[in-house]
């Protein structure tokens, strides 16, 4: 990589994603109730605010000694307080209030915390050292704490009271800054504009700031929020504005003495502060998910509850959604079945039969995940499923545990284990085959393990559940277990939580805990690709090892090619839902018969020939859906 | 165990002395200079320079800062200005009563926020969820000197259920000192448990996508397990950050709605000397708070390491 060719197109990186994400984040916006009503609910406060003068019934500081302390009538549709003010002028004024103050601490917290915040995440070193440490201090402060010092210090007054609040709120925008300036300034394109030559100040105005520009919005909203409370707090203790402003703290100061007599008073202004604060949160969570695009539409998450789902499974339903939609598969099937050559064995333990798996999107259309779809796992088989990422080869394992994500439903077809129909099981009923006749094992080793439980109790868990031993003779299965799957010192490690694990050895444990209730089939779900080839083959031999000495069958997941010519006995070859072909390994991998699979088979990289660009699988499906022969 | 402690304590009693620093070296923000401010608008030069010396503020900085750490290790927070009582008496009178709510207040938040986050984090989506976390919205959002006023109105002033003015010392009355803080409690833990419950929730949802949860399950183990052994503990991870969060929170709110309840606490002590400017007694308020806080987060810190293997020193 040169210098030339990376420091434009890194340049115009974020700009091009500054173009589309406020557009995004906009159109978001407007698919949410909540927040749209929130903007409207602002809107008609500023409006409030603005045209106090206009609007309200009477002047801010106008008495009326004839009516004190009385209750709503014509003239006074809010009633009066104590100094005949009319409650509802007063109310009208003390949103002006509200909202100067609020607007302006939140500007003095963004004009201190913004530019510190910057420093200490891009100078890092000595400033961010004695920065944190000020960070540290305030946190060890009740935010009204410092509003109290502030005023203590200086005195009572609209623009002391402006900078007290601002104070308080400075050092989470100060944190909020310095965080995303540390990851900005990591990402490549910060690295190679320093290479380009841009200056520092550059850097931090062209691009950091405008990855800035989200977090600060929503985090604004929040605090603008919090501000308005610390400011009717501090009024209502009478450390806030001068007396004869009025303020919404100032009000129920006077309604608290009056709670008694007159309970009445203490609703218009409470309800006033609850309704502002309320509607800033709301905005600030609205800007926040649609900056994410966290939020779902209320069908999605109905439909979610039935399977309980959970986030990680619901992206990996998007992500399988949107891969298949880029090219929609409406698939010939009868070039598909012709090549499954032998998918009969004689000793089926599991038989998955003309299976339908598909994606109900939020918007109403069914896709097709997988496809009719036929295969069976002989006992003691090892089973390769082959297939490029997309292919289905995942949701068709995770419809065999009865685990596919929420929105991802079998539509048709059977799952039959051991004589027994897994699809359409319960809950309870699904306890009888989880552990106990099916393990399985995914890919990312650590996080396979809860974090914070010892590996022992992960293992004895289940084994206590499957087998109904007492703790004791659980730990000493548990250890066994460890034993077997090649794990050294195993009673010791017991005790050892996941992170003293490597890769490797994690591995070997989820291993364990999959067969700790003998399992007949165990589905290894890609849990070799997050390994080291060294690690892998030896994790394979285990699993081959373990197969002989259980009798268990395996259906191994993978996209690699090496893998499933290492450790399989049959190896089926999955491509946009449809399975193409079933061998067994030698003739797969000699004669193909799918073109597909040839082309496959062509794009692996092997030391025999060499060649200057590695082969490249062009889409065998058209637009159209059409199967393309080649 | 003693190792995680001395760790924690090693970040811990920095801590301790910046803030310390820092609290002494506020009456040197004061514009002019504390006596000017005791003295209002009556003060000559010669009346200020005589209450700097009966005060000794006159004195260089480095030897004044000498006898303020002097007085702390001995517990003499030095002398208030307006009613010359020590610093410490003061506080010691009104530390019961501010303690007492804050506990009551801590329990209610976090039995509110521990509660009503696993059971809505467990069934993301449903009704109660959303029922439950709009509640949390508006629980955030209500001012809680309010909330307070609004408590009092109907059980202490309308319904008469329990008293308006609340404090009674533990030592003479248990039961009236029970009484007295179930609406204060109530009234500080209502916010406190609305930001613990979004918290335990999220993270509660986030602890059951992880992949360990569909392993645990492709094993056999049943779901209240996962969910209520293996999610929650690994949720609480998080939950105790925000616990530490909102017991600073909660004693600045408790300073506030002192004034609702009639308490005796370091709130309305804080109100008077922040008016009057007293400072030596605002330097003891805001001491006494910082190590508070700094020592809860010392013991949260301690308990973090105990469910989380991660944070453990090597």
């Known amino acids: 990589m040169t210098t030339s060719t990376v420091g434009p197109a890194a340049a115009s990186a974020p700009a091009a994603r500054q173009a589309s994400g406020p557009a995004q984040a906009w159109r978001r916006l407007r698919h949410q109730p909540v927040t749209l009503a929130a903007v409207i609910t602002i809107a008609i406060i500023i409006v409030i605010a603005a045209a106090a003068p206009l609007i309200a019934p009477y002047d801010a500081g106008e ?88 005023i203590a210090i200086l005195g009572r007054g609209t623009l002391i009271l402006i900078f007290a609040i601002g104070l308080i709120f400075s050092m989470n925008f100060a944190r909020m800054v310095r965080a995303i300036t540390l990851t900005e300034r990591k990402k490549l394109y910060v690295e190679s504009a320093h290479v380009t030559g841009l200056r520092n100040r550059q850097i931090v105005f062209g691009q950091v700031l405008p990855n800035l520009v989200g977090p600060l919005a929503v985090q604004g909203a929040v605090f603008l929020g919090n501000a308005i409370k610390v400011e ?98 409406a698939v010939a099937p009868a070039l598909a079945q012709a090549l499954v050559t032998t998918d009969k064995h004689p000793d089926t333990v599991l038989a998955v039969r003309d299976i339908h798996i598909v994606a109900d999107r939020p918007d109403g259309e069914v896709v097709p995940l997988v496809s009719s779809l036929d295969l069976t796992v002989g006992r003691g088989e090892v089973m390769g499923l082959l297939g490029e990422s997309g292919s289905g080869k995942s949701m068709l394992a995770k419809s065999i545990l009865g685990l596919l994500p929420a929105g ?48 022992g109790r992960q293992l004895i868990d289940p084994l ?8 004791a003779v659980a730990r000493d299965q548990a250890a066994d277990l460890l034993d077997m799957v090649g794990v050294k010192d195993a009673a010791k490690r017991l005790d050892d939580y996941p992170h003293q694990f490597s890769g490797g050895m994690a591995q070997r444990v989820a291993i364990a805990i999959a067969l700790a209730g003998d399992p007949d089939v165990l589905i290894l779900d890609e849990a070799t690709s997050a390994l080291d080839v060294t690690t892998q083959s030896q994790v394979l031999d285990l699993v081959l090892d373990l197969r002989e000495k259980l009798g268990m069958a395996v259906i191994n997941i993978t996209h690699d090619l090496g893998v499933a010519a ?14 193409l072909e079933v061998n067994d390994v030698f003739s797969l991998f000699d004669e193909p018969h799918h073109p597909y699979t040839k082309a496959l088979l062509a794009s692996h990289p092997t030391a025999d020939h060499k060649v200057d660009r590695l082969p490249t699988i062009a889409d065998f499906v058209t637009a159209d859906g059409e199967w393309i022969a080649r | ?89 003061m506080l010691a009178q009104r530390i019961p009563a501010t303690l007492s709510m804050i506990l009551g207040g801590m329990v209610v938040a976090i039995v509110i926020g521990v509660g009503v986050g696993v059971y809505t984090g467990t069934r993301p989506g449903t009704k109660a969820d959303r029922l439950l976390t709009g509640g949390t919205v508006l629980g955030i959002a209500i001012p809680e000197f309010w909330l307070g006023i609004l408590l009092t109105t109907v059980f202490a002033a309308q319904l008469g259920w329990l008293p308006i003015i609340g404090w009674v010392p533990f030592t003479v009355d248990p039961w009236g000192w029970f009484v007295g803080l179930i609406l204060p409690s109530l009234t500080l833990g209502i916010t406190g448990g609305a930001i613990i419950a979004r918290q335990t929730r999220a993270s509660m949802v986030r602890a059951l996508a992880a992949p360990y949860t569909d392993t645990l399950t492709a094993a056999g183990v049943p779901r209240w397990k996962i969910l209520y052994q293996y999610g929650v503990k690994n949720a609480m991870v998080p939950v105790l950050a925000s616990i530490g969060v909102v017991f600073a929170i909660l004693i600045g709110v408790s300073f506030v709605i002192e004034k609702v309840f009639s308490f005796p606490g370091l709130g309305s002590l804080m109100l008077t000397s922040t008016i009057g400017q007293d400072f030596p007694v605002v330097q003891g308020v805001v001491l006494f708070t910082a190590t508070l806080v700094i020592a809860v987060n010392l013991l949260i810190d301690i308990l973090y390491g105990l469910i989380n293997p991660q944070a453990r020193p090597a």
Not at chain 1, 251 to 259: I, N
Not at chain 1, 464 to 471: A, C, E, V
Not at chain 1, 567 to 573: G, S
């Open chain 1, 566 to 579: 290492e450790a399989c006995d049959r190896v089926a070859i999955m491509y946009h839902g449809q399975l």
């Open chain 2, 1 to 89: 165990m003693g190792k995680l402690v001395l760790y924690r304590l090693g970040f811990a009693i920095p801590q301790l002395l910046v803030v310390s620093v820092v609290v002494f070296s506020l009456t040197y923000l004061v514009p002019g200079s504390p006596a000017a401010a005791i003295l209002g608008v009556s003060a000559t030069p010669e009346s200020i320079a005589l209450v700097e010396e009966q005060l000794g503020l006159n004195r260089p900085a480095g030897e004044r800062l000498l006898e303020w750490f002097g007085g702390l290790v001995q517990g003499d927070l030095g002398t208030a200005y307006r009613s010359g009582l020590p610093v410490t008496e």
């Open chain 1, 408 to 455: 991802v439903r079998v539509e048709s077809g059977s799952v039959e284990l051991a004589g027994e129909e897994l699809v359409g099981r319960t809950e309870r009923q699904w306890r009888e085959i989880r552990g106990k006749k099916l393990g399985v094992v995914f890919q990312n080793p650590q996080a396979n393990l809860s974090p914070v439980h010892t590996v």
């Open chain 1, 232 to 329: 009717a707090a501090l009024s209502f203790l009478g450390l806030g504005l001068p007396d004869d402003q009025p303020s919404w703290g100032g009000m129920l100061r006077t309604a608290a003495e009056h709670q008694v007599d007159h309970p009445w008073m203490a609703l218009p202004p409470g309800i006033a502060i609850v309704i502002t604060v309320l509607a800033l949160n709301l905005l600030g969570d609205g800007i926040n998910d649609a900056l994410s695009g966290a939020r779902t539409s209320r069908k999605q998450r109905k439909r979610a509850l039935h399977q309980a789902p959970t986030l990680a499974e619901v992206e990996e339903a998007k992500r399988a959604v949107s891969s298949v939609v880029t090219t929609p598969v």
């Open chain 1, 63 to 150: 008495t009326d000694f004839t009516s004190v302390l009385a209750g709503p009538s014509a003239d006074h549709l809010l009633g009066t307080d104590d100094f005949g003010h009319d409650i509802l002028s007063q109310l009208i004024y003390a949103a002006r209030t509200a909202l100067i103050v609020g607007v302006g601490s939140v500007l003095v917290a963004m004009l201190i915390g913004v530019p510190m915040g910057l420093i200490l995440g891009y100078k890092g070193g000595w400033y961010d050292r004695l920065g944190s440490r000020v960070m540290d201090i305030a946190d060890a402060m009740p935010g009204i704490m410092i509003g109290f010092v502030v």
């Open chain 1, 464 to 471: 206590r559940i499957h087998h109904g031993m007492s703790k």
